[in-house]
């Protein structure tokens, strides 16, 4: 699986961005997609996570209710929805890939590129 994350950007806290990820390969449907994110001097930390069908998530307790994580199997995509972003979700955001729905970065097996946020108070 190849990925690509896109739509990062700079917006003023309280607003927000749509994540994208599209990936490359016939196991995407079989995979568990996730977004993690990593800001300056600190270790990468998850986001969220959904399950092959889309069903199941799971949201790390700072961006609940505020993000959504989604997949669109036809297209090959998955996105998240950032909304009342705070200046503390500033990071560098990964989608990544793999086998079973964890919060462990060790769990998944492919990554994408990074898209920066920032977020201005």
């Known amino acids: 699986v190849q990925l690509q994350a896109s739509g990062g950007g700079l917006v003023q806290a309280g607003g927000s961005l749509r994540l994208s990820c599209a990936a490359s390969?016939?196991?995407?449907?079989?995979?568990?997609m996730g977004w993690f994110r990593q800001a300056p001097g600190k270790e990468r930390e998850f986001v969220a996570a959904i399950s092959y069908t889309g069903v199941g998530t799971s949201y790390a307790d700072s961006v609940k209710g505020r993000f959504t994580i989604s997949r669109d199997g036809a297209r090959n995509t998955v996105a998240l929805q950032m909304n009342s972003l705070k200046s503390e979700d500033t990071a560098v955001y990964f989608c990544?890939?793999?086998?079973?729905?964890?919060?462990?970065?060790?769990?998944?097996?492919?990554w994408g590129q990074g898209t920066l946020v920032t977020v201005s108070s």
């Open positions: 990544a890939a793999g086998p079973i729905l964890s919060r462990n970065v060790q769990a998944y097996d492919y």
């Open positions: 390969g016939r196991t995407f449907s079989r995979s568990i």
